[in-house]
């Protein structure tokens, strides 16, 4: 048997060593040990045990492809397995927050929603792009859930994007109304020029021929959260429409 046929069994071998024990152990401890006992035997054998049990040994440049081939099949799998377990924990406190949410149809869509792939936005720039993005981009409804908004944010760029967003035709719904203890408060003169720029957007929309509609109304939760379509929601601790990022 050749290079090649252990170069196959190498690689056959480190994969099912962490997708197996993923599969009849719940422990990533344990995965990760036995892919790094796996690998660690692999690269035994091609510094020498291999003569012992085989009567072979690798050598010049097949020895070191084998072991950088090693090296790099148990990276790649065990850089997945780490991101399952993320997504795993994502999810877990997705689902501890949707949980905790007033509204039983915006329940049962986010818990469908965390089915799926789970990331993580973790600057305010991050989230405000992704809002903007999400205006920008989506086809048939938008659900913007905040506790608060300022005038500042919905500025004139926002109400622009807005507009565009409806002339495709999408549903945008906003709600917000609620701000919970220990959280700074919004200014009134803000939150004020903020509800009348919504009431204002509102009404222009209602005189203009658009194919979409805006819902504006009272969301008396805490509640941030961002959904576009059925494609994803994004829920956590970001108020979308009093930060700007």
């Not at 252990?6 to 995965?31: E, P, Q």
């Not at 086809?139 to 760029?157: A, P």
Request: charged content about 25%; hydrophobic content about 40%; overall charge positive.
């Amino acid at each position: 048997m050749g290079p090649l046929y252990y170069f196959s069994v190498i690689g056959i071998t480190i994969i099912l060593a962490i997708f197996v024990g993923r599969r009849f152990n719940k422990s990533y401890d344990f995965v990760k040990l036995l892919g790094f006992g796996i690998s660690g035997f692999w690269l035994l054998w091609v510094a020498g045990i291999s003569t012992s049990i085989v009567g072979y040994v690798s050598s010049g440049p097949i020895a070191v492809a084998q072991t950088i081939f090693t090296l790099v099949v148990f990276y790649f799998n065990y850089r997945y397995m780490r991101d399952v377990k993320r997504n795993e924990i994502l999810t877990r406190e997705l689902r501890r927050d949707i949980s905790q949410l007033d509204n039983k149809l915006l329940r049962e869509k986010l818990e469908t929603i965390a089915q799926g792939k789970v990331d993580i936005l973790s600057t305010p720039n991050e989230h405000r792009e992704k809002l903007i993005e999400v205006l920008k981009n989506a086809r048939e409804t938008v659900v913007v859930l905040s506790g608060w908004t300022t005038s500042f944010t919905v500025n004139q760029e926002f109400r622009r994007i807005i507009a565009q967003c409806l002339k495709r035709g999408v549903i945008i719904y906003i709600g917000y109304g609620y701000q919970k203890a220990g959280e700074e408060p919004v200014e009134k003169e803000y939150e004020g020029e903020a509800r009348q720029t919504l009431v204002e957007l509102q009404s222009w929309v209602e005189k203009r021929d658009l194919k979409g509609q805006l819902i504006v109304f009272s969301c008396p939760n805490h509640a941030k959260t961002l959904i576009k379509d059925d494609e994803y929601a994004i829920n956590g601790s970001f108020n979308w429409l009093s930060n700007t990022g």
